[in-house]
């Protein structure tokens, strides 16, 4: 899945802000979250958004040091929305396509994520999924 696909419509970045991972699924809009960090004098604030300008609630929302790649999995993992339910950005989508008639094996190409500061996010994720896949085959 290409990762420059969509996003067009994501928030700009704030002042001082960066893009530390994108996540972006496979459906009919092709859903894009964008997970962003700002220094905030000593701390680091981290938000997540997507083009629906949908609120998300997740932990960790700041640290007094970069995240290690587990926080990051922490955080993505913990997001939720409206109309997110639990499971994350990622795997809460894998019941819901298993239930919609995708094949479990074709669950690790359903998301990608991708991150400039955690490269292993891309594996992690697509691992992730497969694992699921067979968990519900």
Do not use: C, H, K
Not at 49 to 55: I, L, P, R
Not at 88 to 114: H, I, K, N, Q, T
């Amino acid at each position: 899945m290409p990762i420059n696909m969509g996003g067009e419509y994501l928030p700009d970045l704030e002042d001082g802000e960066v893009e530390i991972a994108r996540v972006v699924v496979e459906s009919v809009m092709l859903d894009v979250s964008s997970v962003r960090a700002r220094e905030d004098g000593d701390i680091i604030r981290y938000r997540v958004v997507d083009e629906q300008n949908s609120t998300f609630e997740f932990s960790p929302t700041e640290s007094s040091e970069p995240f290690s790649l587990g926080e990051v999995v922490e955080l993505i993992d913990s997001a939720t929305s409206e109309s997110l339910g639990e499971g994350g950005l990622v795997l809460g989508f894998a019941e819901f396509w298993v239930e919609s008639g995708v094949d479990p094996d074709e669950l690790g190409d359903m998301a990608y994520v991708w991150s400039a500061f955690y490269p292993g996010l891309t594996g992690l994720y697509r691992d992730a999924l497969v694992e699921a896949g067979s968990a519900r085959a």
